[in-house]
């Protein structure tokens, strides 16, 4: 299989050179140039993928390690994803994936029908594009959701959502849930943490929910002194319940210094409670704690009564009060996401699978 196929997001600019229209960074790149992701190279004049059907491995996972809450709960997801990202995140937390610059990372290659039918032989509902993000190998993920919607899967993407309008329309029409991360809301820590911006991310969450039917929830990993105070929290959650609505689960995760960001201190677990509670405060229905041991901000609850809807122990399913709608058992309100008629029984197992011996 060639992992060197053409893309369709570029142009030449007027000094000669070729524009990467992907996403918002607009890499300009001359002959044999690769762009900051790594993943896409000027060729012949033109913008190339450079790793289509070669990944950095493969493992079923529970969904809610995406984290999904509301998408298809307790079921297993078959996760991959390649090298390279297009934002250069300081605490980077897969750094060993998404900054790879070394071949051996995407030793395992894999058509995509060859990933649909795996995943779809090991137990999986769902194929995730996740551990680097998927914009910038959506050739390779569009074709993969392809073939997994053919068998009947779901797709899941995690991203961080820096992705230009028109490919931006073009990778959501394939995608069933999507897990944004939101890195902070200041422009100011996106420019000095991430070298992107705030602005583009916030568009892209928007159109996913105003535009699109594609189950969105939202990731925020605090990280303490930079993204952590109650102001922040407090417009980030304010915001989400004006523009996306109460209903878009929202998860606080707790960061660990990694990468480039090894002097700062882990995220203490209360600063997630206090986040939570933060934004519960503000009228978000759904909102929990990631990263740490905390059945309370794992578990999911009715928005109107307040009944425990879905107990978790880390990924581990625990109660289970929805009703085959996905209405709350006591006072049948509704609860939001897409609900099975009834849990998914994966659990918490990790499933590694190598391509080449399946």
Known sequence: MDSIIPTKYWHQTDDGRIQCDVCPRACKLHEGQQGLCYVRACL???????????????????????????????????????????????????????????????????????????????????????YNDPVIFMEYAIDVARACHTLGLKTIAVSAGYICPEP????????????????????EFYFKQTGAHLAPVLETLEYIKNETSVWLEITTLLIPGLNDSDTEINALSQWIKNHLGPDVPLHF??????????????????????????????????VYTGNIH?????????????????????????????????????????????????PGDWGPRRLPIQMKYQ
């Open 294 to 342: 905390n059945e309370e901000g794992d578990s999911s609850y009715c928005h109107h009564c307040g009944k425990k809807v879905i107990g978790r122990d880390w990924y581990k399913l625990t109660d289970w009060h929805l009703d085959k709608k996905g209405n709350c058992e006591v006072c049948n309100a509704s609860f939001a996401g897409v609900i099975l008629p009834a």
């Open 168 to 187: 931006r329309k073009a990778f959501f029409s394939y995608i069933d849930a999507v897990n944004i991360d939101l890195k902070a809301f200041t422009d």
């Open 253 to 286: 995760s707790a960061y660990h210094p990694d990468w480039k960001m090894r002097a700062i201190p882990a995220t203490p677990a209360d600063t997630l409670v206090r986040a939570r509670s933060i934004a519960l405060k503000n009228g978000l229905h759904y």
């Open 44 to 130: 012949n004049n033109e913008i190339v993928l450079t790793t289509y059907g070669r990944s950095s491995g493969f493992c079923v996972d529970p969904v809610e390690k995406k984290p999904l809450n509301h998408f298809m709960p307790g079921t297993g997801t078959l996760s991959f994803g390649t090298a390279g990202c297009n934002l250069a995140c300081k605490f980077c937390q897969n750094w060993d994936i998404s900054k790879s610059r070394e071949m051996d990372t995407l030793a395992d290659e894999a058509a995509p029908e060859k990933i649909a039918a795996v995943a779809k032989s090991a137990g999986a509902k769902s194929v995730s594009f996740t």
